[in-house]
């Protein structure tokens, strides 16, 4: 009965009702425009932020810690597994619509990470907190959605999550080395919390020592794979453009299988709008001190994510000569592909790759989850210990689970996360487009930028005290 609802809900999110496909365009054009093209006219701006990005006080999590957080969860099945599945299902055109979708989700992920930084508060610790079910309550004045999408996050990064990552970690080091699947999701699932009981600080410093050196090593390994087949690259770019706009013989049905599953795979690897990597803004003190800087930040997360690592995943794939069935095929079809260009060495560099980047997934998915603890009276001692006891189980019973049961549960879950989360900033976007034209006009005027509540008109209300700064007359 259980997997009778979620495919039920799966067919009108995903299938023939396909309402996150339009919805997603939508708030990629609507969000494109709003900002009148943000992720194009002010491309190179992301990256020169990453040069103060590291600057902050040692207590708090630096915007640099704040992108390899959201990277480390960005980065995970959803490059080496997620794309081997769009693929599989949709053809080497779902490349092209990963791409689509993804310069679209650009800015999308500004709009999302600026109200996580907006609307951040400070817990118990003394640490920031933000996020979607923060900018509901607080500029939405919508509890009770809040409160959905707290559910929705918990059942997506909460639970399913958590078990689709070490399913694909199992399923690797089984297929690699003959590993049973149980005893390697039991080591995975207690080194994952020798790691999550330190709490956000120590995800973030985990992170950031991670993050930028696997994803080097994939990107020079994707690099000499292409070097090394460079004859065959525009065959491959040719296919990729015919089947992705349903030139090929094999019609229309071939074009909506490649935009589903490449916007769906998308989607679920770089989570623009999904409502996921605010929480990673939210908590993060930006330099400059303005919610700008955290859009901009986490907007380069999402280039580096998908234009980036995942055509990595696709370049690894389509160059080798294996054949694609259409069925599914995950983490497999990644190490096969790899493994016909690097030999037997192949599907242990791949197996080694996809325990790295979906272990750091792991951990920072717990600490996006945990950020809503508050909203059910759970954020305290014995709330947080339960909540890891549930995650941790969630892991270990993914470690065994068919790959169909895992992903079906991950899409629904992702899925209700984005309706909810697209439909609230969409609502939000006069207070978006208030705080980016105050950061521009600072830095027009030759300022660093500061943020001050008082002088910009926002919907609702915020926690008093955080963004009022002593530069109000300026």
Request: charged share 10%.
């Given at each position: 009965?259980?997997?009778?609802?979620?495919?039920?809900?799966?067919?009108?999110?995903?299938?023939?009702?396909?309402?996150?496909?339009?919805?997603?365009?939508?708030?990629?054009?609507?969000?494109?425009?709003?900002?009148?093209?943000?992720?194009?006219?002010?491309?190179?701006?992301?990256?020169?932020?990453l040069?103060?990005?590291a600057?902050?006080?040692?207590?708090?999590?630096?915007?640099?810690?704040?992108?390899?957080?959201?990277?480390?969860a960005?980065?995970?099945?959803?490059?080496?597994?997620?794309?081997?599945?769009?693929?599989?299902?949709g053809?080497?055109?779902?490349v092209?619509?990963?791409?689509?979708?993804a310069?679209?989700?650009?800015?999308?992920?500004?709009?999302?990470?600026?109200?996580?930084?907006?609307?951040?508060?400070r817990?118990?610790?003394?640490?920031?907190?933000?996020?979607?079910?923060?900018?509901?309550?607080?500029?939405?004045?919508?509890?009770?959605?809040?409160?959905?999408?707290?559910?929705?996050?918990?059942?997506?990064?909460g639970?399913?999550?958590?078990?689709?990552?070490?399913n694909?970690?199992?399923?690797?080091l089984?297929?690699?080395?003959?590993?049973?699947?149980?005893?390697?999701?039991?080591?995975?699932?207690l080194?994952?919390?020798?790691?999550?009981?330190?709490?956000?600080?120590?995800?973030?410093r985990?992170?950031?020592?991670?993050?930028?050196?696997m994803?080097?090593?994939?990107?020079f390994?994707?690099?000499?794979?292409?070097?090394?087949n460079?004859?065959?690259?525009?065959?491959?770019?040719?296919?990729?453009?015919?089947?992705?706009?349903?030139?090929?013989?094999?019609?229309?049905?071939?074009l909506?299988?490649?935009?589903?599953n490449?916007?769906q795979?998308?989607?679920?690897?770089?989570?623009?709008?999904?409502?996921?990597?605010?929480h990673?803004?939210?908590?993060?003190?930006?330099?400059?001190?303005?919610?700008?800087?955290?859009?901009?930040?986490?907007?380069?997360?999402?280039?580096?994510?998908?234009i980036?690592?995942?055509?990595?995943?696709?370049?690894?794939?389509?160059?080798?000569?294996?054949?694609?069935?259409?069925?599914?095929?995950?983490?497999r079809?990644?190490?096969?592909?790899?493994?016909?260009?690097?030999?037997d060495?192949?599907v242990?560099?791949?197996?080694?790759?996809i325990?790295?980047?979906?272990?750091?997934?792991?951990?920072?998915?717990?600490?996006?989850?945990?950020?809503?603890?508050?909203?059910?009276?759970?954020?305290?001692?014995?709330?947080?210990?339960?909540y890891?006891?549930?995650?941790l189980?969630?892991?270990?019973?993914?470690?065994?689970?068919?790959?169909e049961?895992?992903?079906?549960?991950?899409d629904?879950?992702?899925?209700?996360?984005?309706?909810?989360?697209?439909?609230a900033?969409?609502?939000?976007?006069?207070?978006?487009?208030?705080?980016?034209?105050d950061?521009?006009?600072?830095?027009?005027?030759?300022?660093?930028?500061?943020?001050?509540?008082?002088?910009?008109?926002?919907?609702?209300?915020t926690?008093?005290g955080?963004?009022?700064?002593?530069?109000?007359?300026?």
């Amino acid at each position: 009965m259980l997997e009778s609802l979620i495919a039920s809900v799966n067919a009108l999110l995903w299938g023939e009702g396909q309402i996150l496909i339009y919805l997603l365009l939508f708030a990629g054009v609507w969000f494109s425009i709003s900002l009148r093209g943000i992720q194009l006219t002010h491309f190179t701006h992301m990256f020169a932020l990453l040069r103060t990005s590291a600057q902050a006080d040692k207590n708090q999590i630096s915007s640099f810690q704040a992108l390899c957080t959201g990277l480390s969860a960005r980065v995970g099945t959803g490059n080496l597994a997620g794309v081997a599945v769009a693929i599989s299902l949709g053809g080497s055109g779902a490349v092209f619509w990963m791409w689509v979708i993804a310069i679209l989700g650009m800015a999308t992920g500004f709009a999302e990470s600026v109200l996580g930084q907006v609307y951040k508060v400070r817990d118990s610790q003394g640490e920031f907190r933000g996020g979607p079910a923060y900018y509901i309550q607080m500029g939405l004045g919508q509890k009770w959605l809040a409160i959905a999408f707290a559910l929705c996050l918990f059942l997506g990064y909460g639970f399913s999550f958590s078990a689709m990552q070490t399913n694909t970690i199992t399923d690797a080091l089984h297929h690699a080395f003959g590993v049973d699947r149980f005893y390697t999701g039991l080591v995975i699932t207690l080194v994952t919390g020798s790691i999550i009981a330190g709490g956000f600080k120590a995800i973030a410093r985990f992170a950031e020592r991670v993050v930028p050196l696997m994803g080097l090593v994939f990107v020079f390994s994707a690099l000499v794979v292409t070097m090394v087949n460079y004859e065959r690259v525009p065959a491959m770019l040719s296919d990729i453009l015919h089947s992705a706009l349903g030139l090929q013989e094999a019609g229309a049905g071939a074009l909506g299988a490649a935009i589903k599953n490449g916007i769906q795979r998308g989607l679920y690897s770089n989570e623009a709008g999904a409502g996921s990597v605010p929480h990673a803004a939210g908590a993060a003190t930006p330099t400059p001190n303005h919610p700008a800087t955290q859009g901009y930040i986490q907007m380069l997360g999402v280039f580096f994510d998908t234009i980036v690592l995942c055509s990595c995943t696709a370049v690894i794939i389509l160059l080798a000569d294996i054949p694609i069935s259409g069925d599914m095929e995950g983490i497999r079809l990644t190490q096969d592909a790899m493994t016909a260009h690097m030999a037997d060495a192949g599907v242990y560099f791949v197996a080694a790759a996809i325990t790295l980047f979906a272990f750091t997934s792991v951990v920072a998915n717990f600490a996006y989850a945990e950020s809503n603890l508050h909203l059910f009276a759970l954020d305290n001692r014995m709330g947080r210990g339960l909540y890891m006891l549930s995650y941790l189980a969630m892991m270990l019973w993914g470690a065994t689970a068919k790959l169909e049961q895992v992903w079906s549960l991950a899409d629904m879950a992702l899925g209700l996360m984005t309706l909810v989360n697209i439909v609230a900033i969409v609502q939000l976007t006069p207070t978006i487009k208030r705080v980016t034209s105050d950061y521009h006009r600072q830095r027009k005027q030759g300022k660093a930028p500061e943020f001050c509540v008082a002088k910009v008109k926002i919907q609702g209300q915020t926690e008093s005290g955080i963004w009022q700064q002593k530069s109000i007359d300026n």
